[in-house]
């Protein structure tokens, strides 16, 4: 399994501002992940951050409102932009330590974002 | 894309009590999970689960993929197991090796 350290683990923070969660994995891993999970509901996949190039967003999420980078195989940070108390959720982080599909995910813990 | 349904939504359950969480997928699956969601948020992983039968202490989850459905079964549960039990199973949009989730099944053990 993966360790996967992930900040801020929560904040509250204005709207209009912006916050950006950080992703730490102690080995390197070939799939990222980012998630998000609104109030009371289940987890939606954000997008798939890939290393040295765009990240790949999911159906309703765009890269101007959760930029997202990942400058090598251990490191990846979400920004969530511009918040409305709408983006108030858990954001977790997600990897896969190996390539393709029939392999574990692990989890960091979240983070906690409530924007007022 | 793959759907997952779980079952029940709700499950409330006295200490030392029994029970069976079930999931059911839209299609066939090479790619399913167990987890538990703690009252801090914290997603736990139970069980990578594609296929067959796996047991861990109290836990033990049955993948039929022929059929479509995985079960996690808890025994002799204890409050400490309470909070949301989620499957997930292939994401199949743009990142195709994310995961798709079911809406949960919030458990409270009660002593």
């Known amino acids: 399994s993966a360790v996967i350290s992930q900040k801020p683990s929560r904040d509250i923070c204005q709207r209009g501002t912006s916050l950006t969660i950080q992703c730490q994995v102690d080995s390197q891993v070939t799939m990222m992940f980012w998630y998000r999970q609104q109030p009371g509901q289940s987890l939606t996949l954000i997008a798939t951050?890939?290393?040295?190039?765009?990240?790949?967003?999911e159906s309703g999420f765009v890269i101007d409102k959760f930029p997202i980078s990942r400058p090598n195989l251990t490191f990846s940070t979400l920004t969530v932009s511009n918040m409305s108390p709408e983006d108030s959720s858990i954001y977790l982080c997600?990897?896969?330590?190996?390539?393709?599909?029939?392999?574990?995910?692990?989890f960091g813990q979240g983070t906690r974002l409530t924007v007022v | 894309g793959i759907q997952v349904e779980q079952s029940p939504p709700d499950l409330i359950l006295q200490e030392g009590a029994n029970s069976t969480l079930r999931c059911n997928f839209s299609d066939s699956v090479n790619n399913l999970q167990w987890f538990h969601q703690n009252p801090w948020g914290q997603l736990i992983n139970l069980f990578y689960?594609?296929?067959g039968t796996k047991q861990n202490g109290r836990l033990s989850a049955t993948t039929v993929a022929t059929e479509r459905y995985s079960l996690l079964y808890i025994s002799s549960s204890q409050t400490t197991d309470s909070g949301v039990y989620f499957c997930a199973g292939p994401y199949s949009g743009g990142g195709a090796d994310g995961l798709t989730f079911g809406k949960g099944t919030h458990l409270i053990i009660q002593p």
């Open positions: 951050a890939n290393q040295g190039s765009e990240a790949t967003y």
């Open positions: 997600s990897v896969k330590p190996l390539q393709g599909g029939n392999t574990e995910a692990f």
């Open positions: 689960i594609p296929s």
